[in-house]
């Protein structure tokens, strides 16, 4: 008689899968993050959270929305750390993607393919309105790709840019309603044009 063996954990049968949540700032992407998280926690997954450590706006530590939601994360300095510190999870999901480097396409497809479920989120593109960091490839070879929209902050359509209310222009800039607020096309290249 054939009795089939348990698959252990990190060898599970097929490979995993790489998630992306892309918008601009305050479009909920890590909101939804934290929401995808949590039920595979209720699943009883084993799930483990990275952020890189510059991100310290709301917590030095935990992954923290806008709205306040939150969820405990180990913050690296490098894409390569998350091979390391995940060990044995189910799902690891990556906060602030675009502030690493483009290292994590690699990472996130080595995870993959040990069979996790990768789920990641991050801004698609920066104050200018040009790709950020490795989104642009993790979007290319994500299996499931969620776009979100915030509300324009100027006219009330929906935004897919943030917009940056100084001219400060450092690629990277942590900041929150008072730095950036969300536009609609329309608004973001009006608001681009008074600047120069």
Same mark, same amino acid.
């Given at each position: 008689?054939?009795?089939?063996?348990p698959?252990?954990?990190g060898?599970?049968?097929?490979?995993?899968w790489?998630?992306?949540?892309?918008g601009?700032?305050?479009?909920?992407?890590?909101?939804?993050?934290?929401?995808?998280?949590?039920?595979?926690?209720?699943a009883?997954?084993?799930?483990?959270i990275?952020k890189?450590?510059?991100?310290t706006?709301?917590?030095?530590?935990?992954?923290? $929305?806008?709205?306040?939601?939150?969820?405990?994360?180990?913050? *690296?300095?490098?894409?390569?750390?998350?091979? /390391?510190?995940?060990?044995n999870?189910?799902?690891v999901?990556?906060?602030?993607?675009?502030? =690493?480097?483009? $290292?994590?396409?690699?990472?996130?497809?080595?995870?993959?393919?040990?069979g996790?479920? *990768?789920?990641?989120?991050? /801004?698609?593109?920066? =104050?200018?309105?040009?790709?950020?960091?490795?989104?642009?490839?993790?979007?290319?070879?994500?299996?499931?790709?969620?776009?979100?929209?915030?509300?324009?902050?100027?006219?009330?359509?929906?935004?897919?840019?943030?917009?940056? /209310?100084?001219?400060?222009k450092?690629? *990277?800039?942590?900041?929150?309603?008072?730095t950036?607020e969300?536009?609609c096309?329309?608004?973001?290249?009006?608001?681009?044009s008074?600047?120069d």
């Open positions: 008689m054939f009795v089939e063996q698959i252990p954990k060898e599970k049968e097929g490979a995993g790489v998630e992306v949540i892309c601009s700032m305050f479009s909920g992407k890590t909101e939804e993050l934290i929401r995808r998280l949590n039920r595979a926690l209720i009883k997954q084993t799930v483990e990275f890189p450590a510059i991100d706006r709301y917590h030095d530590t935990d992954v923290v $929305s806008h709205n306040e939601s939150t969820i405990r994360s180990t913050p *690296v300095q490098f894409a390569n750390d998350i091979v /390391l510190l995940s060990g999870s189910d799902v999901g990556i906060d602030e993607a675009q502030f =690493f480097d483009e $290292s994590l396409v690699e990472v996130c497809n080595q995870l993959a393919a040990t996790k479920r *990768v789920i990641i989120a991050g /801004l698609d593109m920066d =104050f200018e309105g040009n790709p950020f960091g490795p989104i642009p490839n993790l979007l290319a070879q994500a299996e499931y790709v969620t776009k979100v929209h915030a509300i324009c902050m100027n006219c009330g359509a929906l935004a897919s840019y943030s917009f940056r /209310l100084n001219n400060n450092q690629k *990277v800039m942590l900041g929150e309603q008072s950036y969300a536009r096309r329309k608004c973001f290249l009006e608001g681009q008074n600047q």
